[in-house]
């Protein structure tokens, strides 16, 4: 027995030596493509231009919205956008600068480090400790995107400069292509709120800790400035009248621009009656994810309060629809069976109300839609598609304090409306 364990232990620590051996070896052939990558974007730009990047984390919602104050303070500051990729179905929790870039960077090698390394192997390996086996998969299943291909930036190109920081989270490659860089590092949840008027009288924003200028990164020397967490829908406030203007141009002109989703949203929309002919509603229930404690609690009120609105546009505003003698709804919720779990709307307006789930024929076009990688995309497209189609309806009504309902109402108001 004794010897039996013995062994076992020495096994588990070869392929432990070994599995640092690969990740080590991948994370130098990382940092020397890095490294000539950024020299050539180095080279090529303006002497004077300076950068500014960030980190994103959390689902898709919230780096979404980093990306939007990103872009505001890459105007505001006139400093490059380069703009880390989507990260897909992985939502790396937020954390303090350091922590949060090394489990950026864990996160990248890993999976590079599996691909590469546990192909042949995986049948083979029964030693659960054995980075190969089949319990360590999680953390292949992710992707990244870059942004360009999901949204159309022609309008902002030509207002800022944007680069992609490609598919990585190198920090050490990174100086090395930066002589100097400016780090805004927070270590609580929300740090710093930035405003663009010295002189406002704004008030502190009730989750943050601090004001910050942004008039104090125009002067910075610095060829890089690093932000790491840039979420909160909150986190730059204007009151500049010309930046002011540029964020409605954002807002206005961000638009998705994926062929196979919009072809998707496109043919939903016909069957519901077209373009704003009928009323869009999102429903967050919180069932389906952990720590949605908030909306769970709230349900009952939220669909209430939801079910008075939309009566009132049912009741008191014109539909140009010749399907139903009443508005189509269509109704966007994480609610895993919406015709049970909204019985009273159900009741109220069918059979001319619909969710996605009665469009499942139409998402067949994401099934054979990867990444660089291979992975697939279809998972990610479905509440991409739930939001875009609950957004062009004549009308939205949304959750209160839900971050899909603030995109969807966004992108009606400035969109679609
Ligand atoms: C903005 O930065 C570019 C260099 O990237 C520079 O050429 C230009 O003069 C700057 N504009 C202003 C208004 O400072
Ligand atoms: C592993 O399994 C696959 C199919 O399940 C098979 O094609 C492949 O040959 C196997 N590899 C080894 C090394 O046994
Ligand atoms: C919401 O209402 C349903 C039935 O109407 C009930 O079963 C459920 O417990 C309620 N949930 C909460 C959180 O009050
Ligand atoms: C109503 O829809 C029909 C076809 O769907 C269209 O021909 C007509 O112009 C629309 N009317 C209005 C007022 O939008």
Redesign the pocket.
Known sequence: MPILKISSLFRASIILICYYIITFRLLEDLTLINRILSSQKIQTSYNDEKFLTYLPHSGFNNQLISLKNAIILSYVTNRTLIMPSVIIDKEITHSGFDKLYSKLERSIIMKKARLSSCSHRTNETTNIKDFCHKSNNHHEKFSMMYWDDLLDFTTLKKRIRIINRGHEFNHESLKKSFESIFYIKENSRYGYQYFDMDNMKRSLGRQYNKKFFISKFKSRPEKLIHFGSLHGSRRVNLDDKKNKEFLNEVKESLRFNHPELNLCIERIINELGGLKNYIGVHIRTGERKFGDEMF??Q??NTIKTILDQVNHYFLNERFNNTKCQHPIVFLATDAKNPKRTFRTFYSKFSPCIFSLTDFKHHLDIFNNIKTYDNYKLKKFFMPLVDLLVASSGGYFVGTDKSTFSKMAKEIHDFQIA
Request: aromatic share 0%.
């Open positions: 769970r609690i349900a009952n």
